[in-house]
T-cell receptor
Framework: GESVGLHLPTLSVQEGDNSIINCAYS??????FIWYKQESGKGPQFIID?????DKRQGQRVTVLLNKTVKHLSLQIAATQPGDSAVYFC??????????????FGSGTRLQVQP | GAGVSQSPSNKVTEKGKDVELRCDPI?????LYWYRQRLGQGLEFLIY????????KSGLPSDRFSAERTGESVSTLTIQRTQQEDSAVYLC??????????????FGPGTRLTVT
């Protein structure tokens, strides 16, 4: 079936720099996208989401960009901090006949922040 | 407030035995999800409960896997005749349900299952 994937398995950045994590999706029917952060030994934590009628959404230090033309999603983290070190997952969602289906997750990108 | 809890946190079992994993969702959340995460990989959807609707079982990998949910509360995931490839972290998540912020799922800490 169609799935969500990631370009970069590991990203290493210097503290204070901006980070960009990329994700490609293949299901053109998906209309809702989410980024999750997972720290070691913990469950994923919701970061930010975006619906397909938008191409940009900003949160606190994070921005998600959606390019539906090329089916690409990115997460930008401003002024990256050591606490941002984690695995980041993108996920897509689609409405089913009885409501929203479960999320389809990508394989994840590990972000390493160097002090 | 209390988040999603799962028990046990770790489970070691012998191949061929049955295991039961428990999830307590956030009170009032009508949607509940089970995922499997193998080491170094993403989350694999297993099953989804939404209110009184029939569960979406499309992600269950075999008939050895089953799950139940009591109303809008506790859920149990049962794996019968466990195999070594079942070894993974099993994550439960809940959300308010419906079309409201469907991605804002709140995850539990997971149960790490090791089949020897």
């Amino acid at each position: 079936g169609e799935s969500v994937g990631l370009h970069l398995p590991t990203l290493s950045v210097q503290e204070g720099d901006n980070s960009i994590i990329n994700c490609a999706y293949s299901n053109s029917a998906s209309d809702y996208f989410i980024w999750y952060k997972q720290e070691s030994g913990k469950g994923p934590q919701f970061i930010i989401d975006i619906r397909s009628n938008m191409d940009k959404r900003q949160g606190q230090r994070v921005t998600v960009l959606l390019n539906k033309t090329v089916k690409h999603l990115s997460l930008q983290i401003a002024a990256t901090q050591p606490g941002d070190s984690a695995v980041y997952f993108c996920a897509e969602n689609i409405a089913g006949p009885t409501g929203r289906r479960a999320l389809t997750f990508g394989s994840g990108t590990r972000l390493q922040v160097q002090p | 407030g209390a988040g999603v809890s799962q028990s046990p946190s770790n489970k070691v079992t012998e191949k061929g035995k049955d295991v039961e994993l428990r999830c307590d969702p956030i009170s009032g959340h009508t949607a509940l999800y089970w995922y499997r995460q193998r080491l170094g990989q993403g989350l694999e959807f297993l099953i989804y409960f939404q209110g009184n609707s029939a569960p979406d079982k499309s992600g269950l990998p075999s008939d050895r896997f089953s799950a139940e949910r009591t109303g809008e509360s506790v859920s149990t995931l049962t794996i019968q005749r466990t195999q070594q490839e079942d070894s993974a972290v099993y994550l439960c998540a809940s959300s308010p349900g419906g079309d409201r912020t469907p991605g804002e799922q709140y995850f539990g800490p997971g149960t790490r299952l090791t089949v020897t």
